[in-house]
């Protein structure tokens, strides 16, 4: 079965961190782009950062440059966003995702994923 499994989501407040987890399993998890996206109420889903399978490139928002890092543990099947200084606006629901291969679309599409998370809420307070 395949699963993608958040964790790490809660309350913090702003200028705050966080660090999520994005754990894999029944699928090849080496070869799979992940993103991290976010939706908050009322708002379309974004993308926040993506990392790639072998050259393990990243992206991210420019709303989260400088401020969130994606890394990824083939050894774990895990991929993880460490938050910091977290704004009021960083409030939402984040869900990662996993692109197969070939990866040749737009990292911040949803239409590229495969699988999704159940997702992890975050709130930060102002």
């Known amino acids: 079965e395949v699963q993608l499994v958040e964790s790490g989501g809660g309350l913090v407040q702003a200028g705050g961190s966080l660090r999520l987890s994005c754990a894999a399993s029944?699928?090849?998890?080496?070869?799979?782009?992940v993103g991290w996206f976010r939706q908050a109420p009322g708002k379309e889903r974004e993308g926040v950062s993506c990392?790639?399978?072998?050259?393990?490139?990243?992206d991210y928002a420019d709303s989260v440059k400088g401020r969130f890092t994606i890394s990824r543990d083939k050894g774990k099947n895990t991929v993880y966003l460490q938050m910091n200084s977290l704004k009021p606006e960083d409030t939402a629901v984040y869900y990662c995702?996993?692109?197969?291969?070939?990866?040749?679309?737009?990292?911040?599409?949803?239409?590229?994923?495969?699988?999704w998370g159940q997702g992890t809420q975050v709130t930060v307070s102002s």
């Open positions: 029944g699928f090849t998890f080496d070869d799979y782009a």
């Open positions: 995702a996993a692109d197969p291969p070939p990866h040749g679309g737009t990292w911040d599409s949803p239409e590229e994923y495969e699988y």
């Open positions: 990392i790639g399978s072998i050259v393990e490139q990243t």
